[in-house]
């Protein structure tokens, strides 16, 4: 009998989580896809939907990134249409969407990773009628590589909106004593203080309607850029901006005299979470956002040869998936480009 074929719906901020689950489950006896396996020159689109239509089950990747990124979502809305099985694994602490809230997911927070893996494998299994439903998963067949934040331990995201909240409860207090000091001076000056003053209530994620309607990586940049680090949209665009940069290659990003081809728009920190101070000087990282200074060669990884009309010219917005330095002090990054 052919293996049963999964599709792995996750956000790509779960990226090396997943690739621990999916070597798992084909050890399984499964086969397995997930985006990791979109070759260079392929539509997005269209090789999406060919694997939705194609799989027997869909693995969804529930995490505080995938259950806002309108790509995931896409993929759920699509599966569903054509009737598909959906497991939905829950990998850290994250608000179930509306329309998965009736199903019912394997919990791995609760579980623990390795007998979350466990259930779910055995649902796939009686999900798509297998004859070996009952047979147990080795221990240790699933340990992934670093298991996602569980706990209320506050992410660099979470750590700034913290201070922010507490120096505006702060300026609180010291405005109010000033107010109290003021007004124990006497009636004199009350009149300097106008009375039923209005809220004024903070715009909240301003340009966010004109990233989606343009759906322009410009424009999730500029969101980006103006909402800054509170923005309640960041991971769906940051999600938005990888699925228009589907296509890899290796490139030169400085060379040996450490000219440099790419100026960074957006910058990771070591977790692979936005940093919004970080130097320019700095080597590129996993996730920054650069743009090209002028044209340059666009190189196959594993052919290492030039991939014809995949040239980058100035102006060019690609992602940074990994980083090479060989020893002639260049510096070499494999990256996500649109056509």
Request: aromatic residues 10%; proline residues 4%; contains cysteine.
């Amino acid at each position: 009998m052919a293996a049963k074929r999964i599709f792995i719906s996750y956000s790509r901020r779960d990226t090396e989580y997943v690739s621990a689950l999916v070597e798992a489950l084909r050890k399984q006896g499964f086969e397995v896809w997930f985006d990791k396996n979109i070759r260079t020159g392929s539509d997005w689109d269209d090789t999406i939907e060919e694997q939705l239509k194609a799989a027997d089950a869909i693995v969804l990747v529930l995490s505080k990134t995938s259950v806002s990124s309108e790509n995931v979502k896409d993929e759920m809305s699509y599966a569903m249409g054509l009737d598909k099985t959906i497991n939905p694994i829950k990998i850290e602490e994250c608000a179930v969407p509306m329309r998965l809230a009736r199903k019912q997911f394997v919990d791995f927070t609760t579980l623990g990773h390795e007998a979350g893996f466990e259930r779910l494998v055995n649902d796939l299994k009686r999900n798509l009628e297998l004859v070996e439903e009952n047979k147990s998963v080795p221990k240790g067949a699933f340990k992934p590589p670093v298991a996602p934040v569980t706990s209320e331990r506050a992410t660099p995201v979470q750590s700034k909106k913290k201070l922010k909240i507490a120096l505006y409860i702060i300026g609180a207090v010291v405005a109010i004593l000033f107010l109290i000091g003021f007004f124990m001076q006497g009636d004199d000056n009350q009149d300097q203080f106008p009375k039923g003053q209005e809220e004024i209530s903070a715009i909240t994620d301003p340009g966010w309607e004109d990233a989606l309607n343009s759906n322009s990586i410009d424009n999730y940049i500029k969101y980006i850029k103006y909402a800054g680090p509170d923005g309640e949209y960041i991971n769906a665009a940051l999600d938005s901006i990888h699925a228009q940069l589907p296509y890899e290659g290796m490139v030169l990003f400085q060379d040996g005299n450490g000219n440099k081809f790419f100026s960074k728009l957006l910058f990771s920190d070591a977790n692979g979470d936005l940093d919004f101070g970080v130097d320019n000087n700095l080597p590129p990282r996993k996730f920054d956002i650069l743009t090209a200074l002028g044209p340059i060669e666009v190189w196959d990884e594993d052919d290492k040869h030039i991939i014809e009309g995949a040239n980058i010219v100035a102006g060019d917005k690609v992602e940074v998936l990994t980083v090479e330095y060989p020893e002639d002090n260049s510096i070499w990054i494999k990256i996500g480009f649109s056509d």
